[in-house]
């Protein structure tokens, strides 16, 4: 979806990004190798690593699509990316929001010892 946001065109490029891991081929304009979570992985993976507390955030959600010229000039104007921001926070933590966004990060805690 990033590709064809950003006016990517020719096909289907490389193997199937979901599941699982994703390799760009060598000649991509992208650099992108990735595994790709399900949403409702992120955390439970987590907290097999030993984390406690464990949250996801969709933390670009949607924004992510939004053409580089229409960010640059979000970032030019300052209410405007204040705007952004607030409206990411307000989506971050909404259950069906993790599968539109790019990024997902897990925060957690190390257990105390």
């Known amino acids: 979806m990033g590709g064809a946001a950003r006016g990517v065109r020719g096909g ?5 990004a979901v599941p699982g891991h994703r390799r760009a081929p060598a000649d991509a304009p992208w650099f992108t190798t990735a ?13 097999e690593a030993g984390f ?3 949250g996801t955030f969709a ?20 209410a405007h990316f204040e705007y ?8 971050e933590r909404e259950e069906s929001a993790p599968g539109a966004s790019a990024h997902l990060p897990a925060l957690g805690r190390r257990p105390a010892e």
């Open 52 to 54: 406690e507390a464990v």
């Open 84 to 91: 952004l921001m607030w409206a990411l926070r307000e989506v």
């Open 59 to 78: 933390l670009d959600s949607t924004a992510w699509m939004l053409p580089n010229a229409d960010l640059e000039a979000i970032y030019a104007d300052l």
């Open 35 to 47: 595994y790709f979570h399900r949403p409702d992985e992120v955390a439970g993976e987590a907290a």
């Open 12 to 16: 289907r490029r490389g193997d199937r």
